[in-house]
């Protein structure tokens, strides 16, 4: 297969999975190397298509939902409170989109999270802890934004007050 046929077939596993798919199994599944996936992925993206890298693998954007809303939230705390920042949100029925900081050189650095539950939050924290990473705001001393997508505006607000409350939330 040459990397035009191998890239359309990324597209097309991207298209009907159900779930992120890891750039390792990718590679497995079309006999190539991790690498070759993400070159792949980087040509496919400067050709315009839309692909996220995220912690749980690679995934095409969802269709929004007509019902659905998006929030940003600006937020501080250390590393210690990471899981019980992401579990405020999802278990008031929240997805965390993304996190975002301004670095004083490079500006606005962004990666996606999309974690949607306690076992993606669960997983997400073990990746940190296993390739002794920071989290993203420790460059900012803990100050970031999150993008968070809510099914309505009673929901952003108990996760904002539940966040205030624990003193993460910055703004209201």
């Known amino acids: 297969m040459d990397a035009k046929e191998r890239r359309g077939r990324l597209l097309e596993k991207l298209r009907?999975?159900?779930q992120p798919l890891t750039g390792t199994w990718l590679a497995k599944e079309l006999g190539v190397s991790r690498q070759v996936i993400v070159t792949d992925f980087a040509i496919l993206r400067a050709a315009g298509n839309v692909i996220y890298?995220?912690?749980?693998g690679y995934?095409?954007?969802v269709v929004e939902s007509s019902k659905s809303i998006k929030a940003t939230l600006a937020c501080k705390h250390g590393q210690d409170e990471l899981e019980e920042e992401l579990s405020?949100?999802?278990d008031n029925g929240g997805k965390v989109l993304d996190v975002i900081v301004d670095h004083s050189l490079y500006g606005e650095l962004k990666a996606n999270l999309m974690l949607g539950s306690r076992r993606e939050i669960g997983e997400f924290l073990h990746k940190l802890k296993d390739g002794k990473a920071e989290q993203l705001a420790s460059i900012?001393?803990?100050v970031h934004l999150h993008t968070i997508e809510i099914p309505n505006e009673e929901?952003?607000?108990k996760i904002k007050e539940e966040l205030k409350s624990k003193g993460i939330l910055m703004l209201s």
Do not use: M, S, Y
């Open 16 to 18: 009907t999975a159900e």
């Open 53 to 56: 890298a995220t912690p749980q």
């Open 59 to 61: 995934l095409l954007p």
């Open 88 to 90: 405020i949100i999802v």
């Open 140 to 142: 900012t001393g803990g």
């Open 155 to 157: 929901v952003l607000t």
